[in-house]
């Protein structure tokens, strides 16, 4: 059992990538190296891992990233891309002395994971993908999620409406979460944060705008899982409403070494949903599994 107690405060450091100056935590001197990657969004290293980087420290490496145009990172300057997130990725790994890691990505951190570990599997370990994008060549929400995407303005009502106050930033939640109303307010609070940042929300959006078309999406890992051969789990909230839980049913029963976790009556936010549950569970998929020599 994992607990976090005794365990000091993550340090906030940065790394230079592709010209680029990068946020990351950092906590744990022992073990194996496990990257956390967050989602898009209003979310950065800090919301989604805020309970996990303490959680892991004990036994693991950790390491959780902020995206170029997230937290703390420089902008990143180019269309944000499944294709640009897997190189920030490789690159992130190289300046932090890390050959191989395990990778834990959530949403749109999950695809970039994904993809790292079909196009050089040598450098991840394992895998853990939650609530992940890549795993469906069907866009996420049907067609209207595409229109919404590519809607002038919508991205700064938004920011206006739902960053207001606390009870705004709850009702944004609402279309993440399973039960808004239940979530601490401590979460509410990093939430609102992020979505009264001038510039929140707008490298989702553009990524948004690559990725999705009226036909599909561009990040689709489904002819690709039998060559995933990693020890890999898949958790997904059973009531997520923007990617759907069959998509990870399925990936986990194509992956060589899948297996599935689904957290009831939980969002696409797991590891704020159900801190508790969620740590528990990684815990326990990756003391069951080693990492490949």
Not at 59 to 71: E, N
Not at 259 to 286: K, S
Request: with cysteine; hydrophobic share 40%.
């Amino acid at each position: 059992m994992i607990t976090n107690e005794h365990v000091p405060a993550a340090d906030s450091l940065y790394v230079t990538v592709d010209d680029r100056r990068l946020h990351y935590l950092r906590a744990g001197d022992s073990g194996p190296p496990l990257v956390f990657l967050h989602g898009g969004g209003v979310d950065d290293a800090t919301v989604s891992w805020k309970h996990a980087v303490p959680y892991f420290a004990e036994r693991y490496q950790v390491y959780a990233l902020d995206w170029p145009g997230y937290g703390e990172s420089d902008d990143a300057g180019v269309t944000p891309t499944t294709e640009f997130y897997t190189e920030t990725l490789a690159g992130f790994l190289d300046a932090v002395g890390l050959d191989s890691a395990t990778l834990v990505g959530i949403s749109m951190g999950g695809a970039a994971a994904l993809t790292l570990a079909v196009r050089d599997p040598a450098r991840v370990d394992r895998l853990a993908l939650v609530d992940s994008y890549g795993l469906s060549d069907a866009v996420p929400g049907g067609i209207g999620s595409y229109f919404l995407a590519n809607a002038p303005f919508a991205n700064t009502f938004g920011r206006f409406a739902f960053g207001a106050n606390r009870a705004a930033a709850r009702t944004a939640l609402r279309n993440i979460v399973y039960d808004a109303d239940a979530v601490d307010g401590e979460f509410v609070d990093d939430v609102r944060d992020r979505i009264r940042r001038p510039d929140s929300g707008e490298d989702f959006v553009a990524y948004l705008r690559h990725e999705f078309s009226p036909s599909g999406v561009r990040t689709s890992h489904e002819t690709n899982f039998a060559s995933v051969r990693i020890p890999t789990l898949v958790a997904h909230g059973r009531e997520d409403p923007l990617l759907p839980v069959e998509w990870s049913e399925a990936a986990a029963q194509s992956l060589p070494n899948g297996e599935l976790a689904v957290f009831e009556e939980c969002g696409h936010w797991p590891p704020r949903e159900r801190p508790g549950q969620f740590n528990e569970t990684l815990a326990d998929f990756l003391a069951r599994t080693s990492p490949q020599p």
